[in-house]
């Protein structure tokens, strides 16, 4: 039986994890993107009613989650409805 190989050296060693950079919207003046009451960008996809719903919840204040997740969700509904709409 062949003995097993040892892959150890070129496993990552513990040591202090590297800051992670919070995750932030794009920047409002990039093409496809306008800036929203919230303070992060919407992207336009020239679907008047996604844009519309994505303008919606970047308007949403990032500290209020209620708020956050009740146009997260609008904007689920939507694009599940503008998806199946492609469908038929």
Do not use: C, K
């Amino acid at each position: 039986m062949p003995e097993p190989m040892d892959h150890s050296e070129n496993m990552p060693r513990p040591g202090p994890a590297e800051p992670v950079a919070p995750a932030t919207a794009p920047p409002a003046d990039l093409p496809g993107a306008t800036a929203g009451e919230g303070g992060t960008a919407a992207p336009e996809t020239g679907d008047l009613v996604v844009d519309a719903a994505l303008r919606d919840l970047a308007a949403v204040d990032d500290a209020d989650l209620d708020a956050t997740l009740v146009a997260g969700e609008s904007v689920h509904r939507t694009l599940t409805s503008r998806l199946s709409d492609l469908g038929t």
